[in-house]
C-alpha cells in the first residue's frame, strides 16, 4: 500500500508543477475592443456599441491582423530576408484589403511610423 501512496504523492506533485508553469504564461490574445470604442467616440460621441458587436469587430480585427502577418512573412520569405521593413508592411496590407481602404490604412501607417521615428 505505500508503494500506491507514494505514486499518487509523485504523479499530484508533478501536476502541481504543471500548474505553476502555466499560471505564469500569459494567453496571447490581442483585443481592440479599446481601440474600436476611441475610434468610434471620435467619428460620433453619441454612438453606442453592444457587446455582440464588439466582440464580432474583435474578431474582425484579430482575423485582418493575422492576415496580414501571414501575407508580410510570404512576402519576406520570397524575398529572402529575415527583417520585416515598414515596407514590407506595406504592401501585404496592399496586397490584403481592397482599395479605399488599403489607401487610407496605408496613409494611417506612414503616419504612424513617422510619429514613431520621431519621438
Do not use: C, W
Not at 15 to 33: D, F, Q, T
Not at 42 to 65: C, G, T, Y
Not at 89 to 118: C, D, N, W
Amino acid at each position: 500500500m505505500s508503494g500506491r501512496n507514494t505514486m499518487k504523492q509523485a504523479s499530484s506533485s508533478g501536476k502541481s508543477k504543471n500548474k505553476s508553469k502555466n499560471k505564469n504564461k500569459r494567453s496571447k490574445a490581442v483585443g481592440y475592443e479599446r481601440y474600436i470604442y476611441k475610434v468610434m467616440k471620435e467619428v460620433n460621441p453619441k454612438l453606442e456599441i453592444s457587446l455582440r458587436s464588439m466582440v464580432i469587430l474583435n474578431h474582425f480585427m484579430q482575423d485582418m491582423a493575422e492576415k496580414i502577418v501571414e501575407t508580410s512573412k510570404s512576402l519576406l520569405r520570397y524575398s529572402g530576408r529575415t527583417t520585416l521593413t515598414s515596407m514590407d508592411m506595406h504592401r501585404a496590407v496592399k496586397m490584403e484589403l481592397p482599395g479605399q481602404l488599403a489607401k487610407h490604412a496605408m496613409a494611417e501607417g506612414a503616419k504612424a511610423v513617422i510619429r514613431f521615428s520621431t519621438h
